[in-house]
């Protein structure tokens, strides 16, 4: 079994930075995509920003030159640095993680979600 644990939402004034996290753990043989996805009210989820297994990004236009994301493989763990915050940015974050476990000798690829977090950009 497989988990994502999300942290480092919050409310932030506009202008003001977060940096978000999220650490996968268990039984896992290797994570090829990861990725940060947001949702605000009455929206569709939306890609934010995402990073392969060889460091290559990409980022929604709302966000570049504002987000960062990076990945720790020793760690298992995604973030995502946002800086200049607009209350645009307002929504509930979730990452997704691509990973390959191991049972016997097959590899399975599955895709997991986080439990999301919450940003507030308000003055």
């Known amino acids: 079994q497989v988990q994502l644990v999300e942290s480092g939402g919050g409310l932030v004034q506009p202008g003001g930075s977060l940096r978000l996290s999220c650490a996968a753990s268990?039984?896992?043989?290797?994570?090829?995509?990861m990725a940060w996805y947001r949702q605000a009210p009455g929206n569709q989820r939306e890609l934010v920003a995402g990073?392969?297994?060889?460091?290559?990004?990409n980022y929604a236009d709302s966000v570049k030159g504002r987000f960062t994301i990076s990945r720790d493989n020793a760690k298992n763990t995604v973030y995502l640095q946002m800086n200049s915050l607009k209350p645009e940015d307002t929504a509930v974050y979730y990452c997704?993680?691509?990973?390959?476990?191991?049972?016997?000798?097959?590899?399975?690829?599955?895709?997991?979600w986080g439990q999301g977090t919450q940003v507030t950009v308000s003055s």
């Open positions: 268990g039984s896992i043989f290797s994570i090829s995509a």
């Open positions: 997704n993680v691509d990973f390959t476990v191991v049972v016997g000798t097959v590899r399975h690829q599955f895709g997991s």
């Open positions: 990073v392969t297994s060889g460091g290559s990004t």
